[in-house]
């Protein structure tokens, strides 16, 4: 088949992904991305085994996780210490956590390795399902396929009227990393909670660890930026060692939910947080937007012709990535808009929920699951 070629709007995690997993199967491809440079925000970030083997089937994992932790256990635990949640990770289960930033400039390094052209100060604002892209300057380019990768306030999911809802949720997270102590939990995630708060507390590299401060929407200091250390601390009694060791300024971001009517219009279609914008509860939004990228490739190397190939693609993919919005935000409501004064009820109702079995497969399937594509060589 003579080369195809895919003009991608958005160079994020999605963006870079798909054009590399697209190069990998010989197609040209352009991103064009609005910001005049590449930059990744958002201190660490976990990859539990179905975003690790998507990384390491677009032949990135390795570069990704170099200085990342290898996490063995992730706990949850209310204001008196009483366990909540208990997850162990194994060999072909594995979760590791990188910097954002190793993670982005590895995917950058091997788009560049594949040819793929990256364009900054380049922004779409349309496009049309024969596989047009219109760019803010007025140029119109032609591709066989369109990758809206815009993330969550997606234009050109707008343009093609695929957008069901765009839902602004009632909690909200601060993200920062903390320099590394002897003596910190060196492989164990522990997410504190009280009220309605929570502190997420996350080894990351040799140096540094990941904070995550998470609130209700409605509680002011809570979300305040530069953090309001005092009113954590209040919250928090036990963590004076974390909380005090937070210098950087940070940033606050509302957790959101994209609903789409349909992934694709024609030759156009959506990954990522312009499909599926999900609040970040369960670490997922990044990993789905991994295994969807390389189905997406896998499904069109395989299939007849484009527009078919992406009703089919998310036709297999969409069911699990819907799962896994449902069961994030049920656990975001839980956690953030949970009655202060039945505390006691939520932590007896977790311990007993989180053992069972069935729960542990709702919240964990795509972790275990095995992407569409992970099986072939990361070569080009
Ligand atoms: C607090 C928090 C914690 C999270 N933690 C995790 C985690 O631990 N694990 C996990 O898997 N996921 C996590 N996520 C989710 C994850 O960050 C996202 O799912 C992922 O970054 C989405 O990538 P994206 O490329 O789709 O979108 P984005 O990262 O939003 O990238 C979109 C890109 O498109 C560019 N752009 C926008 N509009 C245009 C335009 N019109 N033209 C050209 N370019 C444009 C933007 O500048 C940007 O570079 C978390 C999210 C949050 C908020």
Known sequence: MASRHAEIAGAGLGGLASSIALAQRGWSVRVHERSDTLRMFGAGIWLWENGLRSLAALGVEAEATKRARRIETLVARDDRGRPLMHRTFGEKDRMMLPPRADLYDALIARAAELDVEIVTSSAAVAARPDGELELEDGKVLTADLVVAADGVFSRIRESLLLTRRVDYLDEGYTRLLIPRRDGDPATEITEYWSGSRRLLYDPCTDELNYVCLCCNVDDVAGRQVPVDKASWLASFPELGGIIERIDEVGRWDRAMRVTCRDWSRGRAVLVGDAAHGQPPNLGQGANLTFQNALSLADYLDRGTDVPTSLVAWEKGERPLTDHVQKWTDLYGRVASAWPER????????????????????????????VPVGSGRPATV
């Open 342 to 369: 039945f505390a006691d009820r939520r932590s007896q109702f977790l311990e007993t929920a989180t053992k069972l079995p069935w729960i542990d497969r709702q919240l964990n399937r795509a972790a275990r699951h």
